[in-house]
């Protein structure tokens, strides 16, 4: 690195460093080849008193392949039942003998239940520690008469029941619903007559003295910070590590409260919040522009700069295809370019080329023209004798390219079945105007594209200094071009866009050798995600 990167990003730079190495030895190797005592009212509307509209933002689903093979439904079928045995057995111990282990596991499953959606984590921690498991056999079994005084708070894990209330009306309850006392201490009365509906309905129930103190206790670790009048955001006090770490970390805010969060200093006690918020923010912002266009103007303040270019990195490591699917995207990974290099902020700005170049993926573009005459609407760059791949430099707004996905820093990788990453300008040209059907695949190089822009740029330069000088370039020294042919070859070297998908060697250039290009990857794994917005 040509400068000292700072602190907070020193975890980025290791990652990305190890994925710069993995993807260089990746082309290498490329190129060689309950007790049944039962009390209810209603089901608990999962209110808190945060308002309505509270956008649950739960836990965070990795990305899936989906399979309809056989086997693979076979293995899902058991690995379900066997995680409903797991919990099964940690709910029959009694609450006194649960490990932590046997918590964690019980939290893992509540969590994703209706009834624990809106309570923090130490909340649904606390209360999977009291929890008394119950199980109904018998389908159209009594599990609560009408007026029936309640004790506790229940939540339905398996099956479903049916409430025969006075004025003839019935309402079904079903897994993750829950009914039962609200959170005081006062007596309270079920309604109705409460009936199971099929075999083996099984309940988790929670004391009513335990459901009032732990639901109070996680009221008092609360903090709500507000402006105006109104709450933006409520941070939960946790304690973490065995009591070496303690604070608040945020669970609910308002969308720009959120966001302004990214920039706050979140290392010690939250240093997963950012990894979490790009997650999850698609569902309170409804464009990635906003979330952009806000760190673009907080990169203009000092303080926050390298905050702001951690998040960049982040953003563009875990969710590349926010960018790739979004030309608007695209100009503001430029921008952010720009500035970096205006800042001379060099480290960082290797970081973001690296990430960008590891985390591209091949696409295919279809086009098609009346005739061979019409005019494609973009326009490229680069070629062999250059030095460099063929890239889209510019495409025209609104045009068929621009509707179809073609991007400036575009690699064209191959039209038609011909490769493109060793080819002339004018061949390239050639092949493109020389059918009405172009298939098209291409690779987003930013990383490339500037530097065949810089060497052009420098070359243009050395030209006009060797005509404007003294001599000419027949008045060169042979060590000259030399060195301007080594270079040459470094960056072609340099520019080939890098391939994650396929272990393929390049095919050989003109000259018969063939030019191994770095290949860069990393990968960082998501976090449990906790927050809600105000929505």
């Known amino acids: 690195m040509a400068d000292q990167l700072p602190a907070e990003l020193a975890p980025v730079q290791h990652v990305l460093h190890r994925s710069e190495a993995y993807l260089r030895s990746n082309r290498s190797s490329r190129s060689s080849d309950t007790s049944s005592?039962?009390?209810?009212s209603d089901v608990l509307q999962s209110s808190g008193g945060d308002g309505e509209g509270d956008a649950e933002l739960s836990a965070l689903m990795g990305e899936s392949m989906a399979d309809s093979d056989d086997d693979d439904d076979m293995?899902?079928?058991?690995?379900?039942?066997?995680?409903r045995d797991t919990v099964r057995e940690c709910l029959e111990k009694d609450p006194a003998d649960r490990t932590e282990d046997d918590i964690e596991v019980l939290l893992e499953f509540m969590q994703h239940l209706p009834a624990f959606a809106n309570m923090t984590l130490a909340v649904r921690r606390a209360l999977c520690?009291?929890?008394?498991?119950a199980v109904v056999e018998k389908a159209g079994t009594v599990v609560m008469n009408d007026e029936e005084e309640l004790d506790s708070w229940s939540v339905i894990v398996n099956g479903c029941v049916e409430v025969a209330l006075p004025e003839s009306s019935q309402r079904t309850l079903n897994l993750g619903d829950s009914f039962g006392i609200t959170p005081v201490m006062e007596k309270q009365y079920h309604e109705g007559v409460m009936r199971t509906k099929v075999d083996d309905c099984q309940f988790v129930c929670i004391a009513q003295s335990d459901y009032y103190r732990i639901l109070h206790?996680?009221?008092e670790n609360t903090r709500r910070i507000e402006e105006e009048g109104e709450v933006v955001m409520v941070t939960e006090h946790r304690v973490l590590e065995g009591g070496n770490k303690k604070g608040h970390i945020v669970i609910k805010g308002t969308p720009h409260r959120l966001m302004l969060q990214l920039v706050e200093d979140n290392s010690v006690m939250d240093p997963s919040y950012v990894e979490d918020f790009l997650l999850t923010y698609r569902t309170y912002l409804s464009t990635p522009m906003e979330l952009a266009d806000r760190l673009l103007t907080w990169f203009m303040d000092p303080l926050r700069r390298d905050k702001v270019t951690r998040?960049?990195?982040l953003w563009v490591n875990n969710h590349f295809n926010d960018f790739e699917a979004d030309p608007a995207m695209i100009?503001?990974?430029?921008?952010?370019?720009?500035?970096?290099?205006?800042e001379k902020m060099v480290g960082q700005l290797r970081l973001l080329n690296i990430a960008c170049a590891a985390k591209a993926r091949s696409r295919v573009?279809?086009?098609a023209r009346s005739t061979r005459e019409d005019i494609l609407h973009f326009s490229v760059l680069g070629g062999w004798e250059r030095g460099c791949g063929i890239f889209i430099s510019k495409v025209e707004k609104g045009s068929k390219g621009e509707e179809m996905g073609l991007k400036r820093g575009d690699q064209i990788l191959e039209v038609n079945g011909q490769n493109f990453e060793h080819v002339s300008h004018g061949r390239a040209l050639e092949v493109l105007r020389g059918t009405t059907h172009l298939a098209v695949t291409v690779k987003n190089n930013l990383l490339g594209f500037k530097e065949m822009l810089s060497l052009q740029e420098n070359a243009a330069a050395a030209a006009a200094a060797g005509v404007g000088g003294a001599g000419s370039v027949?008045?060169?020294k042979t060590s000259d071009v030399s060195h301007n042919k080594r270079a040459c070859d470094a960056v072609r070297a340099r520019l080939s866009a890098p391939d994650l998908e396929a272990l393929i060697c390049p095919p050989a250039s003109p000259g018969g050798r063939r030019e191994k290009s770095e290949c860069r990857e990393f990968a960082c794994a998501p976090s449990v995600m906790r927050i809600v917005c105000f929505c």
């Open 331 to 342: 100009d503001f990974l430029e921008k952010f370019e720009s500035l970096l290099e205006r």
């Open 474 to 476: 027949r008045g060169r």
């Open 129 to 133: 520690a009291v929890m008394v498991f």
């Open 37 to 40: 005592a039962y009390s209810g």
């Open 365 to 367: 573009v279809t086009l």
């Open 217 to 219: 206790q996680g009221e």
């Open 75 to 83: 293995n899902e079928s058991i690995d379900s039942l066997m995680v």
């Open 311 to 313: 998040v960049v990195l």
